[in-house]
């Protein structure tokens, strides 16, 4: 854990427009714990190895120890190293991120409490049932975009793919020296497949990675990583409970389990500006909705919004996927609000949820942020889901483009 950071520090990431780290660290800290839960599993794993005992046959409360853990160590691992891969490249910022790494590593580390919890309670319980088998393999949490992604990201994701695959192969390993019954021959076979996937792409792109690699070969090493990481979650997940494979697409891609949205008749359609009914207040918390609507400054930033948006009926749809959610029961609204204009509130995911293109995860905080802020300067509209999880704060931003151009 760095040392506070000094003057100079905060002068420096103030200037390169770096966010503070205080809060990921501690839960850097929080998490290590998780280390030690896979420690746990692998003497389980090694045991029954010894013993004989495949995880075909293993109970339903080992299986899960073993896919909670895992999905615990892959996000502690991808959160760990996305912190320290910056810190070693901007040594005069120690303490502090770019926006976009801090918000990748909140994605990450927003997770790693549910699943450890979900770990420790499996091992505490021979009883322990899965909640809903249809959700697992669980994904990552949504990558969050930018381009180019920055050099650190791209080492990170390096570091942790050699580390999870360490443990990947260790796990499937155990999984064969257990002895694998022959009608399991053909799962055995797929888990080797899986891995061997996964194992291309990181390897592939470990060898094409050069610290000045052009704009498209980044954008080829990210993609192959991306995929790498994302196969061996899988991959942990599928060795700790191979009854998953009867749901697990032949090509490796899970063919479950976002919920199917609502036939389209039955999709409540948001009204667009200009229509009868439209609320130019639809993504704001409800429960704060009386303290904006009496503030000058908020109707006129909610004002501006809409009359900059460039295209309204996209901004809407992405609300329109969370409103159904919500009638689903998919997602739940939380007691807290987004600190910027339109103060959307904060929502947890109670399954799996596509909104727009971002796939959410059980268990994962978000909200929803629409800006014309930067569209005077830059040209720029911003709508995009925002991972948790969220800390309080007093701060009140109206992100109106008017307060940041100069007619």
């Known amino acids: 854990m760095p040392e506070k950071p000094g003057l100079l520090t905060r002068v420096i990431a103030g200037f390169k427009g770096e966010v503070p780290a205080t809060t990921l660290e501690a839960l850097q800290k929080a998490g290590i714990g998780v280390y030690q839960v896979l420690d746990e599993v692998e003497v389980l794993r090694r045991g029954m190895a010894v013993e004989g005992v495949d995880p075909w046959s293993a109970s339903e409360a080992v299986a899960a120890q073993q896919l909670y853990s895992w999905n615990a160590f892959v996000l502690q691992t991808l959160g760990d190293k996305m912190i320290e891969a910056d810190y070693r490249a901007d040594a005069k910022t120690v303490g502090y991120l770019p926006q976009v790494t801090a918000e990748q590593v909140w994605a990450f580390f927003g997770q790693v409490e549910g699943w450890l919890s979900l770990a420790r309670q499996a091992a505490a319980n021979p009883g322990f049932k899965i909640a809903d088998p249809r959700e697992l393999p669980a994904d990552l949490p949504g990558w969050v975009e930018v381009q180019p992604c920055p050099r ?67 954008e080829l090493i990210e993609e192959r990583l991306r995929g790498a990481l994302e196969t061996y979650h899988h991959l942990g997940q599928l060795v700790a409970m191979p009854t998953l494979l009867r749901t697990y697409g032949q090509s490796g891609t899970p063919t479950a389990p976002t919920a199917p949205a609502p036939p389209q008749q039955q999709r409540r ?22 303290r904006w609507t009496k503030d000058p400054r908020a109707v006129e930033s909610i004002t501006e919004l809409w009359r900059h948006d460039p295209n309204p009926a996209q901004t809407l749809r992405f609300q329109e ?7 689903r029961g998919d997602v739940s609204v939380l007691s807290q609000h987004y600190y910027c204009c339109p103060w959307a509130p904060i929502y947890r995911a109670n399954k799996p949820i596509l909104v727009g293109d971002r796939r959410l995860q059980a268990g994962q905080e978000f909200t929803y942020e629409a800006s014309a802020e930067e569209i005077l300067e830059t040209g720029r509209f911003v709508r995009k889901i925002i991972n948790g999880p969220f800390t309080t704060t007093n701060q009140v931003d109206y992100c109106n483009p008017g307060d940041f151009h100069d007619d």
């Open 321 to 327: 996927d969370i409103n159904d959610g919500i009638e």
């Open 152 to 218: 650190a990201h791209l080492e990170a994701m390096i570091a942790a793919a050699a580390a999870i695959k360490e443990h990947a192969e260790l796990a499937l390993g155990l999984l064969e020296q257990a002895g694998v019954p022959d009608e399991r021959l053909a799962d055995r076979d797929r888990l080797r497949q899986v891995a061997a996937r996964a194992a291309t792409a990181a390897d592939y792109a470990i060898n094409m990675y050069s610290p000045n690699a052009d704009t498209q070969l980044h």
């Open 269 to 290: 359609k948001l009204p667009r500006p200009g229509q009868p009914g439209f609320d130019p207040w639809c993504l704001t918390d409800r429960k704060t909705l009386n």
